[in-house]
């Protein structure tokens, strides 16, 4: 079964210092992987998410993560957070389609990074 | 365009009452995911479903839970005789027939309080 493990249940920061939080998964295969955000009170967002390809991928608001096979993870990243960035972060990954089943499409999340950016 | 459409925000309820929860995919979704997150914990797959079938209810509560995609209208999730520990928010996803290298759309949820 997959499961994602997210490192930091809650991270505060200054405004303006770099972010990176952690985000492990483990799924014997080949796997889609996002990250979405939940402001206070709103649905969530999908930050970035990889299918293929290029190993380091952009987001939205200056965002990015880079998937690393070798260590099964997928880091979020931003190099100067904002106050306007304090939400809820959640990792998410589902198999890829050609896995087939009834699993697919499914996302499994991480228990969630709460991120609180002090101004 | 809209996107995926829950209502009510917020619903509650008395022990024993019963939760409905609506959900209205994005145009032209017919597949619809719905997800519960209990206070302190990251959010859990409850069902998967498409029009007027249900392809995957692993995450589903054997007991007073049900969920339907009809033809017509929006997906409904049901919670018989609620208890304090259905007290969470509902979310409800959807995607496109076609969902190969896109991802699922979110609603703002339900926020589900069970007094």
């Known amino acids: 079964a997959q499961s994602v493990s997210q490192h930091n249940h809650h991270v505060i920061l200054s405004e303006a210092a770099s972010l990176e939080l952690g985000c492990n998964y483990s799924?014997?295969?080949?796997?889609?992987l996002f990250w979405y955000v939940q402001y206070p009170g709103q649905h969530l967002q999908l930050l970035l998410k990889y299918f293929s390809g290029d190993p380091l991928v952009k987001g939205i608001k200056g965002f990015e993560a880079e998937f690393i096979k070798s260590k099964f993870s997928f880091n979020l990243r931003k190099p100067s957070v904002q106050w306007s960035d304090t939400a809820e972060y959640f990792c998410a990954v589902t198999p890829p389609h050609n896995a087939g089943g009834t699993s697919y499409g499914k996302l499994t999340f991480g228990q969630g990074t709460i991120l609180t950016v002090h101004p | 365009n809209a996107g995926v459409m829950q209502n009510p925000r917020h619903l509650v309820r008395r022990r024993g009452q019963e939760a409905r929860l609506r959900c209205s995919p994005m145009k032209g979704h017919s597949h619809v995911y719905w997800y519960r997150q209990l206070p302190e914990e990251g959010l859990k797959f409850m069902v998967y479903l498409q029009k007027e079938n249900i392809i995957d209810e692993s995450g589903m509560p054997k007991e007073r839970f049900s969920a339907e995609f009809p033809k017509e209208g929006p997906s409904i999730l049901r919670i018989q005789q609620v208890v304090r520990g259905d007290s969470a928010a509902y979310f409800c996803?959807?995607?496109?027939?076609?969902?190969?290298?896109?991802?699922?759309?979110f609603g703002q949820g339900t926020r589900l309080t069970v007094v």
């Open positions: 996803a959807s995607s496109p027939v076609r969902a190969l290298g896109t991802e699922a759309f």
């Open positions: 799924y014997g295969g080949t796997v889609n």
